[in-house]
């Protein structure tokens, strides 16, 4: 039996029933409705999402940077090394001074009174080469080697040879050291004959090993400068081992900057003229 108004209950009983044709169009309406969600539904289901292919030329990303650390300095010599009792001892001396400046890790100085490449200490019989065996430095990043006006004695070849025997040794046990070599230094301007050969077999053995070199006697090391030589006349002062600090300094930190790891501290000092 068919509904009619009167027969729907409550709310439903005052709406009129939809004509044929209002009801077909509800009914197709309908029926698009449902098409389209199952349509949607088994697209979403069946896609394949895009993949993203850089460009094969996309940069990696770079690798961290490793912390930077402190460099380690070693020292071989004589007085000019070790200081004596009219200057130069323990944090007065040029190398706790550089050491200082740029902020390395200091070691001991190996050094002694009267020593040479080849001349013997009068104390210990040390030699530059006994010193080197006897006190390696393994993880030096800069070894300077300073010397020695008491070579001036011995033959030039002998003297190259030592040297090239302690330049040697030091390698062998610091094979990544970068080598600083320091020829004899004189007092004044009134260099000894004696003394030039020396520094020029001292120079060959540093050039041949791959070392920087500076020499004194050229550069007219205490010269030209008042206060800085005792009164025995051959020992810095205080003032004579801060005046070495200023020109060896900037050199091991142009050594040390091409270093990759290490940060060497930045100095207020003024540089030598």
């Avoid at 390698?171 to 009134?190: H, K, M, N, Q, Y």
């Amino acid at each position: 039996m068919p509904l009619v108004a009167r027969d729907r209950p409550g709310f439903f009983a005052r709406l009129p029933l939809p004509s044929r044709t209002e009801g077909l169009v509800i009914l197709a309406v309908l029926l698009v409705t449902a098409i389209a969600v199952g349509i949607s539904a088994w697209y979403a289901s069946t896609r394949t999402p895009p993949v993203f292919d850089p460009p094969d030329d996309a940069a990696a990303p770079a690798p961290p940077e490793p912390d930077a650390r402190a460099p380690v300095l070693a020292v071989y010599g004589d007085w000019y090394v070790s200081g004596t009792e009219q200057g130069g001892l323990g944090p007065a001396g040029w190398p706790a001074l550089v050491s200082e400046r740029i902020g390395a890790e200091a070691t001991v100085p190996h050094a002694v009174a009267g020593a040479g490449y080849v001349a013997e200490a009068a104390t210990t019989g040390d030699t530059f080469p006994t010193l080197a065996a006897g006190a390696p430095e393994p993880e030096a990043d800069v070894t300077i080697v300073f010397g020695s006006r008491n070579d001036y004695q011995v033959p030039p070849a002998a003297i190259t040879a030592a040297a090239t025997q302690t330049y040697e040794t030091i390698r062998a046990a610091a094979p990544g050291t970068v080598l600083l070599v320091i020829g004899p230094a004189w007092t004044d301007a009134a260099v000894p004959a004696e003394l030039v050969p020396v520094r020029d077999a001292v120079q060959a053995a540093a050039t041949a090993a791959g070392a920087t070199f500076l020499d004194p006697l050229t550069e007219g090391w205490f010269f030209d400068e008042t206060g800085l030589i005792a009164a025995d006349a051959i020992s810095p002062t205080d003032a004579g081992h801060a005046y070495l600090a200023d020109r060896i300094e900037p050199v091991v930190r142009g050594l040390l900057a091409d270093e990759p790891g290490l940060d060497p501290a930045v100095d207020a000092t003024e540089p030598p003229p």
